[in-house]
């Protein structure tokens, strides 16, 4: 997650310091929603066609989003500005729907929003770590005057996103416990759609049929 903040208060500095004033971060930038716009649907159709459980897709989609600064330390160029965004792109939409379908399938009944809530706290948090470590990175590497060394500020801040990949890993036996299975496989049960037409009133065939 630390990511989605370095792409918003350290690579647009970075750009304009290693390209010029007039570099177009901004057309980079846009391309995560775009991605995000296409590819969500369709991954996610492949994960629920592939019945990928939630460790799995967790996992996959943090370490594409995390080894993703390793593409501007290699091609320090617009070329390599455009792999990285898009590999954040690409994990952010491997990921994302799933950590937020994950938030709501291992909440008790009632306490969902208190559940998707916490799943945003890490985002959050990470603003505080991330603001000081961009303006420290920009000042050593990439100053406003002075040489941009931008391959070695974007290995830094790879080496900062990938360690969390791997603490995910190594956790992955706790954190996704049989139980959270269990739990979401209610979710796809009859008794859920028997569940969802009681609070409706009695009213869900009804609804379906329209």
Same mark, same amino acid.
Request: proline letters at 6%.
């Given at each position: ?56 897709? /967790? ?5 594409? !989003?995390? $080894? ?5 330390? $290699?091609?320090? &160029? ?7 965004? $898009?590999?954040?792109? /690409? ?11 994950? !938030? ?13 809530? /916490?799943? &945003? ?6 603003? /505080? ?18 040489? #941009?060394?931008? !391959? ?20 992955? !036996? ?8 269990? $739990? ?25 049929? #329209?």
């Amino acid at each position: 997650m630390m990511n989605f903040h370095h792409m918003n208060v350290t690579f647009p500095k970075y750009f304009l310091r290693q390209f010029g004033e007039d570099a177009p971060f901004e057309l980079v930038l846009a391309i995560n929603p775009i991605v995000i716009i296409f590819l969500v649907p369709a991954v996610t159709y492949l994960i629920d066609l592939w019945r990928l459980d939630y460790g799995t897709v /967790l996992v996959v989609g943090s370490l594409i !989003s995390g $080894v993703s600064p390793f593409a501007l330390a $290699v091609l320090n &160029s617009t070329q390599g500005a455009i792999v990285w965004m $898009v590999m954040l792109s /690409l994990g952010e939409a491997i990921w994302s729907p799933k950590l937020m379908e994950m !938030s709501v399938a291992v909440a008790p009944e009632g306490r969902e929003g208190t559940y998707m809530s /916490l799943t &945003s706290a890490p985002l959050l948090i990470s603003k /505080l770590g991330v603001g000081g470590l961009s303006g420290a990175l920009l000042t050593q590497f990439c100053p406003e005057e002075g040489d #941009c060394h931008g !391959s070695m500020m974007w290995t830094v801040v790879g080496c900062t996103t990938c360690p969390l990949t791997l603490v995910l890993l190594l956790l992955r !036996s706790r954190l996704f416990v049989p139980q959270d299975w269990a $739990v979401g496989a209610q979710y796809d049960s009859p008794s859920l759609s028997q569940k969802e037409a009681s609070i409706g009133g009695g009213k869900g065939p009804e609804y379906g049929a #329209c």
